[in-house]
């Protein structure tokens, strides 16, 4: 794939829509640790995490998100991460919880109403034991 300064290097990158893009942006970096990558006026920024990427970008006066949707990032300490959304004020849905499939995950709802799953692998699990079918 050929590589443009313009756009972030992931290969998938969610696009979500807040009404307070600077604020959605500064949020987003202090509860869950995303960092700026280019900034577009005052409409879209470009935002990144690991190896991942997002683009933030302005959905009109509604800060209500749609619910269709939810973002997963896989994180190295939950716990931590769960801390420091917390401490910034990010609505807890689900507190860190370890789940039979090898991941321990919590649920935070963001100030745009958008839906975030925060998973760290804790244990390479067969997807057989708890009734999934690997397709490999």
């Known amino acids: 794939m050929r590589a443009n300064r313009s756009v972030p290097p992931a290969v998938v990158i969610p696009v ?16 869950f640790g995303f960092r700026e990558r280019l900034t577009i006026g005052t409409h879209r ?14 959905g009109g006066t509604s800060n209500a998100a ?7 990032v896989r994180v190295a300490d ?14 807890l849905v689900h507190e860190p919880e370890t789940y ?28 057989a034991a708890w009734g999934g079918v690997l397709h490999d």
Do not use: I
């Not at 920024?45 to 302005?58: I, K, N, P, S, Y």
């Not at 749609?66 to 997963?72: A, C, D, M, T, Y």
């Open 66 to 72: 749609s619910g269709n949707h939810s973002v997963l």
């Open 45 to 58: 920024v470009q935002m990144t995490f690991e190896g991942g990427a997002l683009v933030v970008r302005d």
């Open 100 to 127: 039979p499939y090898g991941e321990r995950q919590y649920t935070a709802v963001d100030p745009g109403g958008h839906v975030w799953t925060f998973s760290q692998t804790v244990d390479d699990v067969d997807p």
């Open 78 to 91: 939950v716990d931590a991460h769960c801390a420091r959304a917390r401490a910034h004020g990010a609505k």
């Open 16 to 31: 979500l829509q807040y009404a307070d893009v600077p604020g959605a942006v500064e949020w987003l970096k202090k509860a």
